[in-house]
């Protein structure tokens, strides 16, 4: 999705549903406010699947970029190896406007300009500065300077109930 590509929104139960939930169009949460607080958190919760099926789910901290979400692991920790094996994640967060869930596909970022600019958005977000060198990422203020990897997730469907819990809408990109 580019940042000029809105996606649809759509009620998540209809009137034929049984359930307390909202089925007025009017309910519907607009993807813009969703996008501009979910850019503004410090924290996000990454779900993503191990080899064997089992769920892992961190913290991380992240920066809403382009229509995308960028996280940072260090590639050889379980998200990190979770990722760069399979890139269907799950993204999740609380925002003003209620909880949010994004399912997405997270790639690994590889290419050089593309580091540059994260890094940057990580600085201005963060102040967490990264080394950037011979197309690694590298934590230079720790021991070692251990190597990370930038992940960005492409929303693919997401959620959004309200604070009522009584709304729900969904998003297909």
Not at 130 to 140: A, P, Q, T, V
Request: proline fraction near 7%; aromatic fraction near 10%; charged fraction near 20%.
């Amino acid at each position: 999705m580019n940042a000029t590509t809105q996606p649809r929104a759509e009620l998540l139960f209809g009137p034929g549903d049984a359930t307390p939930m909202s089925t007025d169009e009017a309910d519907l949460m607009p993807w813009s406010a969703a996008a501009e607080q979910l850019a503004a958190l410090p924290k996000y919760w990454l779900a993503t699947g191990r080899a064997s099926g089992r769920p892992h789910v961190m913290p991380v901290m992240g920066v809403w970029l382009g229509g995308t979400l960028t996280v940072s692991s260090r590639p050889g920790s379980v998200k990190g190896r979770n990722l760069l094996r399979d890139g269907q994640c799950v993204v999740t967060a609380t925002i003003e406007l209620g909880d949010l869930v994004v399912e997405g596909d997270a790639g690994h970022v590889t290419d050089v300009a593309r580091q540059r600019e994260l890094a940057a958005a990580f600085v201005a977000k963060y102040d967490w500065r990264f080394g950037l060198r011979d197309g690694r990422i590298y934590e230079d203020s720790l021991p070692g300077s251990p190597e990370y990897a930038f992940f960005e997730i492409a929303p693919v469907k997401a959620f959004g109930y309200g604070p009522d819990g009584l709304t729900a809408t969904r998003w297909r990109f």
